[in-house]
């Protein structure tokens, strides 16, 4: 019987094509430098594949930030916000910038962060802070001096900022607040 298992086993992985890429050639790289004893190395290529799937996941993350509305044009930035969130504990982010002539504003998903955890108490509170909040479809964005702030699913938090209110929530309404929930599950 466990023979059986072991060659049905063996022929499922053979007919399963192996897929190299940057992570597993990483990985790999990092188990060969431990089973040759230069734990300093495989500790380098731990932390570059680490690196390698943070990447990933802002990939994952940029695909949420919304469409731009009728006469906006979207930018995808790069930004500093991940390498700042490494220094607080860790996450993921990403951001974009929506222009229409002289008008720009940003919107910003941040996820799986320590720091962001602290948010939902102020958000649970923001009646008692003074603060309005303003639904964007089932979801809760406090609106405090300009900026739209909402915590999706406890951990991610979600960000417009630097125009009209109304044309940030018309936005905001267009993402998939659902699907990002699953956002790294």
């Known amino acids: 019987m466990f023979r059986t298992s072991l060659i049905a086993a063996a022929i499922a992985l053979a007919a399963t094509p192996m897929m190299a890429d940057d992570v597993t050639d990483t990985l790999s790289s990092a188990m060969q430098a431990y089973e040759d004893g230069d734990i300093d190395y495989a500790i380098e290529e731990l932390d570059y594949a680490k690196q390698l799937l943070k990447a990933m996941g802002v990939e994952r993350l940029e695909n949420f930030l919304p469409a731009p509305l009728d006469g906006w044009e979207r930018e995808v930035v790069a930004s500093d916000m991940n390498a700042g969130m490494a220094l607080l504990g860790g996450g ?23 720091m962001i955890a602290m948010f939902g108490g102020m958000l649970s509170s923001a009646g008692l802070l003074g603060m309005r909040l303003e639904r964007v479809g089932r979801e809760k964005f406090l609106y405090d001096d300009g900026d739209l702030t909402g915590l999706i699913d406890n951990r991610i938090l979600v960000q417009a900022s630097g125009t009209d209110k109304q044309v940030m929530i018309d936005t905001l309404a267009q993402m998939d607040f659902k699907a990002l929930e699953d956002f790294g599950d």
């Open 92 to 114: 993921v982010g990403a951001e974009a910038k929506y222009t229409k002539g002289d008008e720009t504003f940003s919107v910003s998903i941040m996820a799986d962060s320590p």
